[in-house]
Structures are given as C-alpha cells and as structure tokens.
C-alpha cells in the first residue's frame, strides 16, 4: 500500500484536537503551542484536501470530513498502546521523594545494595539540594 507523506505527528494533535473541541485545550494537553496545534491540523486538512473543523466563537465543530477518520484514528492509537503495553511491559511510575541532609557526600545512608534490595523496581536519583 502505498501511503502519502502524513506527517506522523498530525494525526495525534488532529485526534486530540477533537476529543477537546479546542486548539488551546489540545496544545495543554500536548504540551505544546496552540500554533503548533494549528500547524498540525491545517497540514492534515493541506494533505487530504478537506476542512476537518469549522472553527467558531464556541470552538472547533467537526465537519463530516473531520469525524470520518476518528473512529479509525482512535482504534488505532489503542491498538499501538497495546502493542507497547505487551512488548515493554506496563511500568506504571511512581514517585517517592525523600529529602534529607547531606550525609557522606549527599548520600542516603543506605547502600546501594540494600536499596536495590528493599524496592527493586526502583531507581534511586541522588541530587543535592
């Protein structure tokens, strides 16, 4: 099959975009600028020819062409998720912090071993405060 040059990033900002209804909400969600938001959409609606949003003082209201690739968009992105979940494995992240006096050159007084030991799916990050 032979696939247009889609930029790989739209189709993400694109998704996001719609599910908030809003360049602004989809740029806090994604980190980055509303311009870049908007960049990313008008290279898709560019690529495949047709206004995905009509944009209003309300928001963004998808047109027919805009809620055509959603569900396919959606399906996709998930299937992805699964795919990573399965090969990575799921590492959900916690944080603990701990915050103490330099001791022995900013160390905690544990060694390495014993806190590998106690909690060993953990990474230790030692910085001094």
Do not use: W
Request: charged share 25%; glycine share 4%; net charge positive.
């Amino acid at each position: 099959m032979d696939r247009p040059d889609l930029p790989l990033n739209a189709p993400r900002v694109f998704e996001v975009a719609m599910r908030q209804s809003s360049f602004t909400k989809a740029a806090i969600e994604l980190r980055v600028t509303q311009a870049a938001v908007s960049h990313q959409v008008a290279r898709l609606e560019d690529l495949l020819g047709a206004a995905l949003f009509l944009r209003t003082s309300q928001g963004l209201v998808p047109t027919d062409e805009g809620r055509l690739p959603l569900p396919v968009l959606e399906h996709g992105f998930d299937a992805m998720a699964r795919v990573l979940d399965r090969l990575g494995g799921r590492r959900d992240i916690e944080v603990l912090t701990v915050r103490s006096r330099p001791i022995r050159r900013n160390r905690l007084s544990t060694s390495p071993a014993v806190r590998r030991s106690a909690m060993p799916n953990s990474t230790f990050i030692e910085r001094q405060v």
